[in-house]
């Protein structure tokens, strides 16, 4: 356990870049440098992440815990990929605008912004050779690109996943034979505990400010799809007046500078809403988002692999695969690419860094340390 706390734990401090991003590390991480599992394994994950609400990049990792180390690897894995950007994240709420509107910070995001884009790009293109050659997937992969680029929406994204899914359990079924599978079952305590607690919160949210607080982040945890970005405009419509907009959108920008899951927005916002006890209120809120999407995960993951190995769904697995492939796509352009790349001097810092990683194989590390330097650099050009 203390191996993948620590292995998670390093990734925390690194991962920059939103959700997209994230996948990118794991898979670099945990498919291609550690051989955990396979690039078929992996993405059976990530497409099980893109179907349920919650923080999709941290179910990727919190599944890669469970698969290596049972519920107890999965708590390591959470905890460890979490807590650095939870440390951040009350660090900058204790600092506030003295941190995050000093031009230094501004510069230093730049460069890590730039690092994103190579490591996005990695692994859509890494992801592409692997889940779309066939005709059919490489139509889905362009297809549901295009769709996100036209229309970005999480309507959008929902509607070409379950259309990549149908089109696959029709048309991209397995052909080898294999023994029948036994039916799927989910587990049903996470399942109930999921839905106990999204039912009664409600009704006693007015006993206290603290279940009010967890009742509220729960509920925006259990409504969001997609993760990352999504969860970040639903918050706003929950504190509502609650919060000063100043306040909210300096932890709006700080939760797309910090490394780790976005989620952790939640932390911030815990932290301004308790002020008689900021640290509590932080904590909470920041337990309370997460918890519906691991509660949903938990429910199917320990029988996942029975329930894909059913010929149609295998199919629709196959589909969703090459759909994801086209949301990584679309997020290398907007907002990956778009809010990184300014001048000719960014795409040349871009393609540096596809070098020192894929031809120097300069690990993550250097590389974070390698872009901040050279965004504090490009604030003196």
């Known amino acids: 356990m203390l191996s993948i706390f620590k292995l998670f734990f390093l990734l925390g401090w690194v991962s920059f870049g939103g959700p997209a991003a994230h996948i990118g590390y794991f898979r670099q991480t945990f498919v291609e440098k550690l051989k955990w599992l396979d690039d078929h394994?992996?993405?059976?994950?990530?497409?099980?992440?893109?179907?349920?609400?919650?923080?999709?990049?941290?179910?990727?990792?919190?599944?890669?815990?469970?698969?290596?180390g049972g519920l107890p690897g999965a708590f390591a894995a959470?905890?460890?990929?979490?807590?650095?950007?939870?440390i951040i994240m009350i660090?900058?709420?204790?600092?506030?605008?003295?941190?995050?509107?000093?031009?230094?910070?501004?510069?230093?995001?730049?460069?890590?912004?730039?690092?994103a884009v190579v490591v996005v790009a990695d692994a859509a293109w890494g992801m592409f050779k692997n889940f779309c050659k066939r005709t059919l997937t490489v139509g889905l992969c362009v297809g549901t690109a295009i769709a996100l680029l036209v229309a970005p929406s999480i309507t959008t994204q929902i509607g070409?996943?379950?259309?990549?899914?149908?089109?696959?359990?029709?048309y991209l079924k397995p052909t080898t034979t294999s023994p029948a599978p036994q039916s799927f079952r989910p587990s049903y305590a996470?399942?109930?505990?999921?839905?106990?607690?999204?039912?009664?919160?409600?009704?006693?949210?007015?006993?206290s400010p603290l279940i009010d607080l967890f009742n509220d982040f729960y509920q925006a945890g259990s409504l969001v799809f997609g993760g990352g970005h999504v969860v970040l405009p639903l918050l706003q419509n929950i504190v509502g007046d609650n919060l000063s907009q100043d306040a909210f959108l300096t932890g709006y920008a700080a939760a797309q500078a910090v490394p780790g899951p976005m989620f952790t927005f939640a932390t911030y916002i815990g932290y301004e809403l308790m002020p008689s006890s900021p640290l509590t209120g932080a904590l909470v809120a920041t337990l309370a988002v997460f918890l519906p999407g691991f509660l949903l995960l938990l429910a199917v993951l320990k029988n996942w692999q029975m329930l894909a190995n059913m010929p149609r769904v295998?199919?629709?697995?196959?589909?969703?695969?090459?759909?994801?492939?086209?949301?990584?796509?679309?997020?290398?352009y907007q907002p990956v690419f778009l809010s990184a790349v300014i001048q000719p001097l960014d795409l040349a810092l871009v393609l540096v860094g596809f070098f020192l990683m894929k031809q120097l194989k300069l690990p993550i590390i250097w590389l974070v340390l390698t872009f901040m330097l050279a965004g504090f650099g490009l604030g003196f050009i």
């Not at 059976?44 to 990792?61: D, M, R, T």
């Not at 905890?79 to 939870?86: A, K």
């Not at 996470?190 to 006993?207: E, Q």
């Open 41 to 68: 394994e992996y993405g059976q994950i990530v497409a099980l992440s893109q179907f349920l609400p919650g923080p999709g990049s941290s179910q990727v990792g919190f599944a890669l815990g469970y698969k290596r």
């Open 78 to 86: 959470f905890l460890g990929f979490t807590l650095p950007s939870v």
């Open 91 to 115: 660090g900058l709420a204790l600092l506030a605008s003295h941190v995050t509107d000093s031009s230094a910070f501004q510069n230093v995001v730049h460069g890590l912004k730039l690092l």
């Open 160 to 170: 070409v996943l379950v259309l990549a899914a149908m089109v696959g359990a029709h």
């Open 190 to 207: 996470p399942l109930a505990l999921f839905t106990v607690l999204l039912v009664t919160l409600p009704f006693i949210a007015t006993f």
């Open 314 to 332: 295998a199919g629709a697995l196959s589909g969703v695969n090459a759909a994801v492939v086209g949301l990584l796509l679309a997020a290398l």
